[in-house]
């Protein structure tokens, strides 16, 4: 009888599934047809097992390092509040929405650099008022930002 799932090494972070140098099992379908041709895992080994302990082994100070930087950016941002300025019509809807590129911009104009794919909604932000936006500094650092997004002053 055939497994019904395949032990992977992930090779980058994947939404839902897991993080880097993570072991998971999948369906072997996702794993032969997606994530092993789209260089997002390897198989899991004994031999690819071994060589990953030795790796993190290895790298385990630089992934601590990475850690403490970001909880101290996480501190620095804790009491930071967003204020997106954008059009809108009469019942307070917007023009489009806010997307996670607005929300890097206005992080960048207050001395903040961060990446789009770091930034996500937990709804979708289509309307004025205040909003919580979730900013994943690192795996293991998550930073809650409130964001008021009011209309553009017209002239």
Request: proline share 5%; glycine share 12%; charged share 25%.
């Given at each position: 009888m055939p497994s019904r799932s395949v032990e992977v090494i992930?090779?980058?972070?994947?939404?839902?599934?897991?993080?880097?140098?993570?072991i998971v099992r999948v369906r072997p379908g996702y794993a032969w047809n997606y994530l092993l041709p789209q260089g997002l895992a390897e198989l899991a080994t004994d031999g690819a097992k071994r060589q990953l302990a030795a790796h993190l082994r290895q790298i385990a100070n630089k992934l601590a390092q990475e850690k403490a930087a970001a909880e101290q950016l996480a501190a620095s941002m804790s009491g930071l509040k967003l204020q997106l300025k954008m059009l809108?019509?009469?019942?307070?809807?917007?023009?489009?929405?806010?997307?996670?590129?607005?929300?890097?911009?206005?992080?960048?104009?207050?001395?903040y650099t961060i990446e789009r794919r770091q930034v996500s909604?937990?709804?979708?932000?289509?309307?004025?008022?205040?909003?919580?936006?979730?900013?994943?500094?690192?795996?293991?650092?998550?930073?809650?930002?409130p964001v008021e997004v009011v209309p553009t002053e017209e002239d």
């Open positions: 992930l090779k980058s972070d994947i939404d839902g599934l897991g993080h880097k140098y993570d809108a019509g009469k019942e307070g809807k917007l023009f489009g929405a806010v997307t996670p590129q607005h929300i890097v911009s206005a992080l960048a104009e207050q001395g909604f937990p709804v979708p932000i289509r309307t004025l008022g205040d909003y919580l936006v979730q900013i994943r500094l690192h795996r293991e650092v998550i930073v809650s930002l």
